[in-house]
């Protein structure tokens, strides 16, 4: 995306500003979250943990000089299970610093279905660690038992609670406390990372990214009921992402909030 440009928008919860424009499949009670074929899981561990790591790694340092602050946070639960929050301002970028960070872990995410749409590449998106959302109610039980399936075996989730890119954003969106059900249910702790842009060089007017992770959170078991403890849990992700973003110092795109 061009430097300088500035970006309107009206909705910091619906609007969707990537570049890729994909008509979305259907995800339904027929889409199979998990494989159990050898060749397929052979593949998929071929594809996520060793052939991509290099490209991962050197398109994270080289082109946004990636440095991580907190990764030590993660070494105690590398043996367990966890979900990780994180802000959505890459298109590919996002999926790199999270899984970078806590390699060799792995790490999937949960994902819109258009992630896994592009004609040809699904299976390969998937191998990667893409877990679509499903498009209708009949496909939730496939969908949560993957989840589940992934935690136990203490691989690590992310989960992007903006839900839509806002390239090189600089802020955090409000986000909704429905997708903190998920590490309460399974009882996991849950991280944050939350992707700051920064200055360097000689006239401070480049940009690199600078990721801090924060936690482990856990909900307040002695709140009542489900709901509340989704509040509380999804506030103190919030809170932590908000006051790590005004690490923030330089705008590479701009937005604007039409009047």
């Not at 429905?178 to 990372?193: C, E, G």
Request: charge should be positive; hydrophobic fraction near 35%; charged fraction near 25%.
């Amino acid at each position: 995306m061009e430097k300088g440009k500035i970006i309107y928008y009206k909705d910091e919860l619906n609007e969707e500003f990537s570049e890729a424009q994909i008509t979305p499949r259907a995800i339904d009670e027929n889409y199979k979250y998990i494989h159990k074929n050898v060749i397929w899981n052979a593949t998929a561990f071929l594809l996520q943990n060793i052939l991509s790591v290099p490209i991962k790694y050197l398109y994270a340092k080289i082109k946004f000089r990636l440095k991580y602050v907190g990764k030590e946070k993660l070494k105690p639960y590398k043996k367990q299970g966890y979900f990780i929050y994180g802000n959505h301002t890459q298109a590919f970028a996002d999926t790199f610093i999270t899984s970078n960070s806590n390699y060799p872990k792995k790490n999937f995410f949960i994902v819109n279905p258009e992630n896994v749409s592009i004609k040809g590449l699904g299976n390969t998106v998937q191998m990667l660690g893409a877990i679509p959302i499903p498009t209708n109610k009949n496909a939730m039980k496939n969908f949560l038992d993957c989840v589940e399936d992934k935690i136990n075996r203490g691989y690590s989730i992310t989960i992007f609670p903006e839900a839509h890119i806002w390239p090189y954003y600089t802020k955090i969106r409000p986000f909704k406390s429905v997708s903190f059900k998920y590490p309460i249910k399974m009882k996991a702790p849950v991280f944050s990372i939350t992707n700051t842009y920064q200055s360097y060089g000689k006239n401070n007017d480049r940009v690199k990214i600078v990721s801090y992770i924060d936690g482990p959170f856990f909900p307040d078991d002695s709140l009542e009921n489900v709901k509340a403890k989704q509040d509380n849990l999804r506030n103190q992700v919030y809170d932590k992402m908000v006051e790590r973003s005004k690490n923030s110092n330089i705008e590479y795109v701009k937005y604007e909030k039409k009047v």
